[in-house]
């Protein structure tokens, strides 16, 4: 590969590391062409942008992206496949359906989602990571709860109050 297509190589994949907040580096050798076809098929219908990388360039383009992506330096060996995302537990939770199909591949080798890194071992924990909508989802609905508490015990003691009053006025007539 020539030094200026390095150099290109190098600038797409910083912009792509800048497009996608969550990353995951995986291990796809050993799949055939019709798995491997399978994977990319599922990470296009998941939103997962998917492609293998030389650790090298991939190295590089961390380096020069101003993220601090170090703890993941140790992991760039041997085959390489990048899988982007902007939804934490998503590539997570592709992984462990797609291994539960196949054998043991695609593996996870490490992943940086919401500026933490995580290992090889931790793919349970990532697939059960909550997305940043789900948990604003789970604030809002905790937020609301009190107030509707409120809301329904004032209805129902207005309805009994009514309930009273009629009794009471029935009574003296």
Do not use: W
């Amino acid at each position: 590969m020539r030094k200026e297509d390095k150099y290109t190589v190098i600038e797409e994949i910083g912009k792509a590391l800048q497009e996608y907040s969550c990353l995951y580096l995986t291990e796809t050798t050993g799949l055939n062409a019709e798995k491997t076809s399978a994977l990319r098929r599922a990470c296009f219908n998941s939103g997962i942008k998917l492609f293998v990388v030389k650790n090298t360039l991939l190295k590089k383009a961390m380096e020069q992206s101003g993220v601090d992506y170090s703890g993941l330096f140790p992991v760039l060996k041997g085959s390489t496949s990048l899988m982007l995302s902007n939804t934490g537990n998503a590539p997570a939770k592709l992984l462990k359906d797609f291994v539960k199909k196949d054998d043991k591949l695609p593996t996870l080798k490490a992943a940086y989602v919401e500026g933490c890194v995580y290992g090889a071992d931790q793919l349970e924990l990532l697939a059960s990571l909550k997305s940043k909508n789900e948990l604003i989802a789970d604030v809002i609905a905790l937020l609301q709860s009190p107030a509707k508490n409120v809301i329904s015990a004032l209805q129902s003691s207005g309805t009994k109050l009514h309930g009273i009053l009629e009794t009471l006025s029935k009574k003296e007539q």
